[in-house]
C-alpha cells in the first residue's frame, strides 16, 4: 500500500509577520543586494536583520540602545550590540558595510546629522526611513487644537514621546542636497500603499536610499 507523502508545515518564524507587516520593511528589502553586509542602527530585537539573513543572505549587524531588546535579539541568534550610535560608530572602520539602515530612529537621535556622517562614513550606501511630520494629519491637528500633534502615526504625548526632531521630507531633502548626497531611490509610503502625489502631504513615511 503506498504510503501518503507528508507535507512539512510551512515555515514560521517570530519576526517574518513583523516584517511583512511593515511596507517600510518591505521596501529595504528590496533595496539591500543579496550577500550584503548591512549595519542596522536602532535594530531593536532584530526583527529586519533577521528577515535579511534569512531570505537575503546578508552578513547583518546591528546596533541596539535597549539591553533588553539586545537580549531578546542575541537569544534568536543575530549579531546585535547595545550602544548609542549619537556617540558615534567607531568601532567601525570606512566602507565596513554595504548597506547602513536607519529605519524609524532618525527624529529620536539627538545629532541627527551627525549620524548621517557616521553612516556614510562606514557604509557605502545609507537607507534611511523615518515619519513624515509634515503629514496633512499632523498639519490640521495641530490648526485645529494648537496643541502638539497626536495622530495615528504619532500616538504619543508631547511629553513622553520618543521623537526629538520632527522632520519633514522638504526637510530631510533639504539637508540631502547641504551633505551633497546623491538619492538612488526614494519611496513614500501611507500604510501599506505607495504615494506618488504629493508626498510631503500625503504620505506618513519617506524612505531614501543614499549615497555619495
Known amino acids: 500500500m503506498a504510503v501518503a507523502a507528508q507535507t512539512s508545515p510551512p515555515e514560521t518564524s517570530t519576526f517574518v509577520p513583523d516584517v511583512l507587516g511593515r511596507e517600510d520593511y ?6 539591500v543586494d543579496d550577500g550584503s553586509r548591512v549595519l542596522d542602527l536602532g535594530c531593536g530585537r532584530g526583527t529586519l536583520i533577521g528577515w535579511l539573513e ?25 549579531s546585535v550590540y547595545q550602544g548609542d550610535i549619537d556617540s558615534g560608530l567607531a ?5 565596513a558595510f ?5 529605519s524609524q530612529t532618525l527624529q529620536e537621535t539627538r545629532q541627527p ?25 499632523s498639519r490640521l491637528a495641530l490648526l485645529r487644537t494648537g496643541r502638539a500633534p497626536k495622530t495615528e502615526h504619532l500616538p504619543n504625548e508631547w511629553y513622553d514621546t520618543p521623537n526629538i526632531h520632527f522632520v519633514t521630507i522638504p526637510d530631510f531633502e533639504e539637508l540631502i542636497k547641504e551633505e551633497e548626497l546623491r538619492v538612488e531611490k526614494s ?7 505607495r504615494i506618488r502625489f504629493r508626498p510631503s502631504l500625503c ?7 543614499l549615497s555619495k
Not at 554595504?98 to 536607519?102: G, I, S
Request: aromatic share 10%; hydrophobic share 40%; charged share 30%.
Open 203 to 209: 504620505a506618513d513615511t519617506a524612505v531614501y536610499l
Open 187 to 193: 519611496y513614500f509610503l501611507r500604510r501599506d500603499r
Open 26 to 31: 518591505r521596501i529595504i528589502s528590496e533595496m
Open 54 to 78: 534569512k531570505k537575503k543572505g546578508a552578513q547583518c549587524r546591528g546596533v541596539e540602545l535597549s539591553p533588553k531588546k539586545v537580549r531578546t535579539a542575541v537569544a534568536a541568534g543575530l
Open 113 to 137: 546629522r551627525n549620524v548621517l556622517h557616521e553612516m556614510m562614513r562606514v557604509g557605502r550606501r545609507a537607507i534611511v526611513a523615518f515619519p513624515n511630520f509634515g503629514h496633512w494629519s
Open 91 to 95: 568601532d567601525y572602520p570606512d566602507g
Open 98 to 102: 554595504d548597506y547602513v539602515v536607519l
